[in-house]
């Protein structure tokens, strides 16, 4: 009963190939996000949505698509891959309290590789 | 711009011992903090956080400091096991109707091994 899974776990891919990866949460939030970490091993965060409705779109290129189907799901679709995607891409989900706080619980990631 | 810095790699400390763990930042609109914990081809796993209208939270073997004035936080574990190496990310977000709202800022990371 994991709460945020992520499909599929690697993905080895060729350049200029079309890629989905998928994420789903049984906590109940109505908030998701999708993080990148990169050889540098920073975290970035890419998009957030919040009750199907996209509230973060961060300086990412196009060729990164996010959807959200219901509130429980939130998927990245990659078009015309390229080198410098190669990273570990992770899901996150959080539920705003009353009080203010809010903790992002992620994913186990997606180690993307690029050829 | 990296608003959130973690200046250690990495540390290394004894079994039994404190670790102490440091994050700078330097966005004055960040409102709450938070510490992950990452373990290698797994995802990041909350430890534990701090409101920025408190200087100190604690659960169990891990507490929080966090020093507005000095944008300054740290984490400290006492004592330090075996199981606690990991890499520890701080994180920050900022306060409500700001451009950080909604999202977390993480630091690089700083690699803790404790040595049995």
């Known amino acids: 009963d994991t709460a945020v899974s992520q499909t599929p776990k690697y993905l080895v891919t060729q350049m200029g190939n079309d890629k989905s990866i998928k994420c789903e949460q049984n906590?109940?939030?109505?908030?998701m996000y999708w993080y990148k970490q990169d050889s540098k091993k920073f975290l970035k965060i890419m998009f957030s949505?919040?009750?199907?409705?996209?509230?973060i779109n961060e300086t990412v290129p196009n060729r990164f698509s996010p959807k959200s189907p219901d509130k429980a799901h939130l998927n990245l679709h990659i078009n015309s891959l390229e080198l410098g995607d190669s990273a570990v891409y992770f899901c996150?989900?959080?539920?705003?309290?009353?009080?203010?706080?809010?903790?992002?619980?992620f994913g186990p990631g997606t180690r993307l590789l690029v050829l | 711009d990296q608003q959130v810095k973690q200046n250690s790699p990495s540390l290394s400390v004894q079994e039994g011992r404190i670790s102490i763990l440091n994050c700078d930042y330097t966005n004055s609109m960040f409102d709450y903090f938070l510490w992950y914990k990452k373990y290698p081809a797994e995802g990041p796993t909350f430890l534990i956080s701090i409101s920025s209208i408190k200087d100190k939270n604690e659960d169990g073997r891990f507490t929080v400091f966090l020093n507005k004035s000095a944008k300054h936080l740290s984490l400290h574990i006492v004592p330090s096991q075996p199981g606690d190496s990991a890499v520890y990310f701080c994180?920050?977000?900022?306060?409500?109707?700001?451009?950080?709202?909604?999202?977390?800022?993480f630091g690089q990371g700083t690699i803790l091994t404790v040595h049995p």
């Open positions: 949505y919040n009750n199907k409705e996209l509230i």
């Open positions: 906590l109940g939030h109505d908030t």
């Open positions: 994180a920050a977000r900022g306060e409500p109707g700001g451009t950080s709202y909604g999202k977390l800022t």
């Open positions: 996150a989900s959080s539920q705003l309290t009353s009080g203010g706080r809010e903790t992002q619980y």
